[in-house]
């Protein structure tokens, strides 16, 4: 029975994970979760910690639905005030039930409920979130990254557009709703060998709303940055000689993007699969799920060693890094 802690960034979440369910694959007993909307900008660090640390008490309570035989806490990657309010209430709910905890690689979650909730076998995996955009695949029971953005996340350019917009936080809904009536401009496409790069197409973008609708700029810069994605997301496809793809992460919500790598993967004999909605944006049920998985494999620390890592990468060996600390 495991509970879990979520708070990379703007969402604090919890869950409970029961592995005795559905003939050992185990069943999601709770999901909770609430997000800091910052009323301008962007997500400001302390006032995010500041929303996770007033509704941490309310959401644990209701998602603690079973008394817990680990906890497991998102250890990284994140914003560093989040972070820590996440590992001092793991660590606090370690003591207080005197179990152990689990640290847990927030990217590699996403994807290990994509791989449990979807039943992909083995993948290109595509994370794509606001802080993360990754061509990832799992070799040698090893998670590697094949392609990346060389600077701003996908997710978080879709964001900044939608701040420049007036649309609000988190962007991806109004710029999706924005882009079903827009028209195509052509916009710079930044793809380099497996990795690739938005900084460049958002600011085009952006300069872009002084002349043009924001309909046909939101509709431009989707179609521009999503098939750069899912030509990258292609090749590793080749290189690998793989059959499946599987997107994850907030940005997986996105029904426009979907639609192109189901054309993709159409046209290359490859089956796509997206994460269920509930599980593509942060939330608690990953963490405790990839608990399970870690606990299983025989890896857990005592609530005084806790710690956190905010630039945490999906192929780090976490047992060797709560090791060297």
Same mark, same amino acid.
């Given at each position: ?11 604090? +979440? ?14 999601? *007993? ?51 005030? #989040? *972070? ?10 370690? !003591? ?25 076998? !083995?993948?290109? #995996? ?114 690998? +000689? ?7 992460? +907030? ?42 998985? !870690? ?11 806790? !710690? ?18």
């Amino acid at each position: 029975m495991i509970f879990s802690i979520e708070s990379t960034a703007h969402t604090f +979440g919890a869950g409970m994970f029961d592995a005795t369910k559905s003939k050992g694959k185990g069943k999601i *007993l709770s999901n909770v979760f609430d997000m800091y909307r910052p009323k301008e900008g962007g997500i400001h660090p302390r006032k995010a910690s500041e929303h996770h640390v007033k509704l941490a008490g309310k959401i644990i309570s209701e998602a603690m639905v079973e008394k817990p035989d680990a906890i497991a806490y998102s250890c990284g990657p994140g914003i560093g005030p #989040c *972070l820590k309010i996440g590992m001092l209430a793991a660590r606090y709910l370690g !003591n207080k039930y005197k179990v152990p905890l689990v640290p847990v690689n927030h990217g590699v979650a996403h994807m290990e409920v994509g791989l449990w909730s979807t039943k992909a076998k !083995n993948p290109i #995996c595509v994370y794509v979130s606001g802080g993360n955009t990754q061509i990832i695949g799992r070799e040698n029971r090893e998670w590697k990254i094949f392609g990346e953005t060389l600077d701003t996340a996908l997710g978080n350019a879709i964001d900044k557009l939608a701040r420049d917009l007036g649309v609000g936080h988190p962007g991806g809904p109004a710029i999706e709703e924005l882009a079903k009536s827009g028209s195509f401009i052509e916009m710079p496409y930044a793809v380099k060998g497996m990795d690739l790069s938005y900084s460049g197409i958002l600011t085009y973008a952006r300069r872009l709303l002084a002349k043009h609708k924001a309909e046909d700029v939101a509709y431009s810069f989707q179609e521009h940055a999503f098939a750069m994605l899912v030509e990258v997301t292609e090749r590793a496809l080749a290189h690998t +000689g793989r059959d499946e793809v599987l997107l994850v992460g +907030g940005v997986a919500k996105n029904k426009r993007l979907s639609e192109m790598y189901q054309v993709m993967c159409e046209e290359r004999g490859a089956h796509f699969m997206v994460v269920p909605k509930e599980f593509a944006g942060d939330n608690g049920a990953m963490i405790a799920y990839n608990g399970f998985i !870690n606990l299983k494999k025989g890896f857990s620390i005592k609530p005084k060693d806790a !710690n956190y890592f905010q630039n945490l990468r999906v192929n780090t060996n976490l047992p060797s890094l709560f090791e060297s600390v």
